[in-house]
């Protein structure tokens, strides 16, 4: 198990320079007059340089645009003795970038050739039907070539994983300042795969892990405490040792479901509320992993302001992370979810619709309206639209459609400017006489709730959440402590 970066690398740097392969790293001289690339005919690419490539997510050329050239074998151990880019695919999400080959890379011009160059389809956000569709990731040890393309096939079924983000140009001034220097810091994806319990999977964008773990080409999670290591050896020692006993997320264990939640499910789920005041450690580390598979996420270090919902699937060993979304604790503009994440070992299980569901369900026990913050990602755009579009249904056809927006919102929880976009959607409702009236007859009503993403979303057994607002939030926004509906 050679760490990246090791023997095998010099030693590829070091044939691709016609020198003998030392024992050690060793730098290609700069004075020798040494072509770029040292296969005759093979042009030399550069950063910014547009050029295309064929894609490991759909094996199709696409037109890219180079990010960072390294010469040799530095870089990824899957170096290739021409040296390597980093490339990201014009049409496609960032999550996408990756490593490539340098004499794989061709000049727009060949490509048309190729004819390749595919739209953006690959992504494929199709319906968030939440198919059981075998887990993924793969139990973690052993680490072939197959493992790692069946971790790649999760960055296209992203449906399920939900980040919140806002654009650059929405931050303050020195926020756009700091956050364009991170940009240019976080190009290129530092830890290419993270080990979690008995998942090993690829990850999808940079994370700014304290940077000799981040020259890592792979780190080792515990997956109770989220401490992160450089060797599985070391993540032995994390639990042999008894320094580690663990068995669970800290904090409160807030919802304890006593079957799995649904006949698709092996375990039932958990719910902790982790106070990032009183687990920074842990809230810190939960929001590296999480970073790896966002694309924004910049409050890493100040997690006190926030609650952490930590979903894990319960067995004999212990408890699983899936999932989480955290939340402020006082939240001036009402929103009840700041990020959430259905980490890829588990996407594609309704797991990122059952934390939209309960954020909704501790908003009601606050007795008031929610709404997550802005603006939504693609990926929450999507989960968000099915679990509204499936409760204001499921309310019409409980009330046979004698229900005023106003009535959806109070039952839900849900904001009136959100169910009035999900029914504009659905194309049941019309604005008339300066009022929005619904326009839902039982037949299209069930209609729609037959329809394959609408299907019913996992269990929450509203009984089993042991969890009250804290005081100061009833006092100051209610006079009375709002009783929990449903
Ligand atoms: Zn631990």
Partial sequence: MAPPGGPKGAAAAA?????PA???P????????????????????????????KASFDGRLHQAQVVEVREGGEGSPEAGGSGRAYVHYLDFNK??????????????????????AAGPDGAGAAGTGGEAGAAGGKPGFGGGDSGRKMTRNFKRRYDE????????????????????????????????LVELGRWEMDTWYYSPYPEEYARCHKIFLCEYCLKYLKTREALVRHHQGGRCKLRRPPGREIYRADRPPSSRHENPLSVFEVDGSEHNLYCQNLGLLAKLFLDHKTCYYDT????????????????????????????????????????????RKGYGGFLIAFSYELSKREGRVGTPERPLSDLGQVSYRSYWSRVVLE?????????????????????????????????????????????????????????????????IVSGKIQWQPPSPLISKRSPRVPTPRS
Avoid: M
């Avoid at 044939?15 to 020198?19: D, I, K, P, V, Y």
């Avoid at 290609?28 to 547009?50: M, S």
């Avoid at 929880?413 to 929005?436: A, F, M, P």
């Fill in 95 to 116: 999550r996408l970038d990756e490593w490539v080959a340098l004499d794989s890379l061709q000049s727009p011009g060949e490509a048309k050739e190729a004819g390749g």
């Fill in 304 to 347: 006190a302001p926030f609650n952490y919902y930590v979903v894990t699937e319960r067995d004999r060993r212990g408890h699983h992370l899936v999932g989480y979304f955290s939340k402020e604790k006082v939240s001036a503009e009402g929103y009840n979810l700041a990020c959430i994440l259905t980490l890829p070992s588990h996407q």
């Fill in 161 to 192: 994983i939900h980040h919140i983000e806002k654009p650059v140009e929405e931050l303050p001034a020195i926020d756009q300042q700091l956050e364009r220097l991170h940009e240019e810091k976080t190009k290129v994806k530092n830890i290419q």
């Fill in 395 to 459: 309310l019409l056809r409980e009330h046979r459609g004698n229900l005023s927006v106003k009535e959806i919102s109070h039952i839900s929880c849900i904001r009136v400017e959100d169910i009035v976009s999900t029914l504009q959607t659905l194309g049941l409702i019309k604005y008339w006489k300066g009022q929005h009236v619904i326009t839902a007859s039982t037949k299209v009503v069930e209609e729609h709730l037959r329809s394959k993403q609408h299907r019913p979303g996992l269990e």
């Fill in 15 to 19: 044939e691709a320079a016609g020198a």
């Fill in 22 to 24: 030392p024992s050690g």
């Fill in 26 to 53: 060793k730098k290609v001289p700069a004075a020798e007059p040494a072509p770029r690339g040292p296969e005759p005919g093979l042009r030399a690419w550069a950063a910014g340089e547009r050029c295309s490539c």
